[in-house]
């Protein structure tokens, strides 16, 4: 194989400016994998579970400062400042190349330094971008190991000239003041220092996969999204394709790992899994919207998973699974709060101390067993439910587009958009409300665009022509819709069901994109007629699909206010089309009897 100069020559440059004692390239073998998780193993950076019940899993410890991405710390480095945009933190490149500098000189002494090069999406697929990561963790190359397709074969994809994204990280002293997480998207490179966490150091997830690669999307006329992709077979044993983007805290992996209820399971409806995080979607040359899942693992969150609300990922993380930040049991499983049976009478907490469920702060509050945001990352090849064009080189084509949020009362169960203009101001107008669990006012609307909001790579409001330019080149677009399974009565009861039977939801979404179904015209776009929805064998109250389906105009005269604020942080930049899609809605809410 002919060497790659460039790529030779930036790795000498990193490792003269880090100086570790010696540079290992990652194959991809499993010889070369068994090797590291011993060494990980005796030097404590990995602790073996429970072999028989948790066959090739492990955990992991961060440290305490380090548990979820650094938000504040996140930049993108781009020469003009206009062209990060108001949604980004922005560096100067000079500045960020400085400052990391500093940080990473010699930070490497006495550790070994990775070489990992990675491939986001099948390898050699149209589809897919190549990346080499640099780092001097074994747990960030265990990860990466399941996270993406690494080794040898991507080297050869390569050759001798291929473009690639550098990617470098370094652990340096964890010190929370020396943390950056840099992105420079006009020179197609990311450098993290100072941190452990995989949000901050799995370079080919979200600092790759979204912040880098939805600005080379921009350039180069493709979308990628903080999407799941679902694919699901209907009783004709026809099988269409979703993309759906959610903020957190709304299902999003549930959703895409979705088991039928089992009145639809027996009719012949199937899911299938194609993604649970990331969507990379380009036009081909039938003009229609295709899809791709441009990892190869989950990195999901551990509590609140359990076998009600998403038996496929258990199922899935039962095996060749790293757990960080969980609690350790007495017989070396794992535990999380939310997770199935009662809690453990004892074990480690994510901290490494000793825990009991009676376990309380110095205010009087219960003490977590696993961090909130403790983790797991699993092969998706693991999922029941996983899509055997997994590893298509042309993915799936989307017929549908469901952007969602958490709101009691505003939102129906479901609308969809009039049009692709119209859809891409749904998208753009989205919002969530915090729940208990989150930091912040409870009930506080967060806008989160397309849920895109903390990982798109430039300016939001370019991010948003970029949208409307993509409809423009379609022969068919995708339908868009918004769902909301969270919608409360006055007393504070949820009136959908949720989980599983989201799947008629989806299958009403499935029919008006085959025309089977006509839906009622609303200011704020189609609504399903109430006998469309399938309720069978639901205990709903009489009444309760239409609360579900009503469009309340006080409401959304109020959000229009709203979304005026936000809109205005964009300034010029924002596209004319936004501006008339909203006064559009405004001229409709006012007529509306």
């Known amino acids: 194989m002919a060497p790659h100069e460039n790529l030779e020559q930036w790795v000498d440059e990193c490792a003269k400016m880090c100086r570790p004692d010696r540079i290992v390239w990652i194959d991809g073998s499993e010889e070369q994998k068994r090797a590291l998780t011993s060494e990980a193993l005796a030097t404590g950076e990995l602790i073996e579970l429970n072999q028989e019940q948790l066959p090739g899993c492990y955990l992991h410890r961060t440290a305490l400062n380090d548990v979820a991405r650094t938000e504040h710390l996140t930049f993108i480095c781009t020469r003009l400042k206009d062209d990060a945009g108001p949604n980004n933190n922005w560096m100067s490149p000079e500045q960020g190349y400085r400052k990391a500098r500093a940080i990473f000189d010699g930070s490497m002494r006495g550790r070994v330094m990775y070489v990992i090069p990675f491939s986001m999406g099948p390898v050699g697929s149209p589809f897919s971008k190549i990346g080499v990561e640099l780092t001097d963790s074994i747990y960030v190359v265990l990860n990466m190991l399941i996270m993406t397709r690494a080794g040898t074969e ?11 994204t550098k990617c470098l990280h370094g652990k340096a002293d964890l010190d929370l003041n020396r943390r950056l997480i840099l992105h420079f998207p006009e020179d197609n490179t990311i450098w993290s220092v100072g941190s452990g966490y995989g949000g901050n150091v799995l370079l080919g997830k979200k600092c790759l996969a979204l912040r880098i690669a939805s600005y080379l999307g921009m350039q180069e006329g493709w979308l990628a999204e903080h999407m799941l992709v679902l694919g699901i077979e209907r009783p004709d044993g026809r099988i269409m394709y979703l993309a759906a983007a959610f903020p957190s805290a709304c299902g999003k992996t549930n959703l895409a790992m979705l ?47 359990n076998a009600k609300t998403n038996p496929n990922a258990m199922t899935a993380i039962s095996r060749n699974t790293i757990y960080t930040n969980v609690l350790l049991k007495p017989d070396g499983t794992v535990w999380w709060e939310d997770d199935d049976g009662d809690p453990p009478a004892k074990g480690i907490d994510w901290r490494g101390e000793p825990w009991t469920p009676d376990r309380k702060d110095d205010t009087g509050e219960p003490i977590p067993g696993a961090n909130a945001n403790s983790r797991y990352t699993a092969p998706l090849s693991q999922v029941p439910s996983i899509s055997f064009r997994l590893e298509h080189h042309h993915g799936v084509p989307i017929d549908a587009i469901l952007f969602g949020g958490r709101r009691a009362s505003l939102a129906p169960l479901v609308f969809e958009a009039f049009n692709w203009p119209h859809g891409v101001y749904v998208g753009a107008t989205m919002a969530s409300e915090r729940t208990a669990a989150q930091y912040g006012a409870q009930g506080e609307v967060r806008r989160d665009p397309m849920a895109m909001l903390p990982f798109c790579g430039y300016n939001m409001a370019d991010y948003f022509e970029h949208w409307l330019r993509m409809g423009v080149r379609m022969v068919k ?42 839906a009622e015209r609303t200011p704020i776009g189609f609504v399903p007629k109430p006998e469309d929805i399938n309720t069978e064998g639901l205990d709903l109250a009489p009444g309760d699909v239409e609360k579900l389906l ?8 109020a959000e229009m206010g709203r979304i005026s604020e936000f809109f205005k942080k ?24």
């Open 154 to 164: 991507v080297l050869e994809q390569l050759g001798a000239a291929g473009e690639f």
């Open 259 to 305: 088991r039928p209820p089992e009145a639809m399971r027996a009719k012949g409806y199937r899911v299938f899994t194609v993604g649970d995080d990331i969507a990379w979607m380009r036009i081909d040359t039938d003009r229609r919207l295709w899809a791709i899942n441009p990892e190869s693992g989950m990195f999901g969150v551990a509590p609140g998973t």
């Open 477 to 518: 677009p995708p339908r868009i819709f918004h769902v909301n399974w969270f919608r409360k009565d006055p007393e504070g009861r949820f009136l959908w069901p949720g989980y599983g039977e989201n799947l008629r939801v989806l299958d009403w979404i499935l029919a008006r994109c085959k025309g089977e179904v006509e």
């Open 550 to 557: 009503a469009v309340p105009r006080d409401e959304w005269t």
């Open 570 to 593: 964009f300034g010029e930049r924002l596209p004319a089309e936004m501006w008339a899609q909203h006064q559009a809605l405004q001229r409709r809410l006012e007529l509306m009897s």
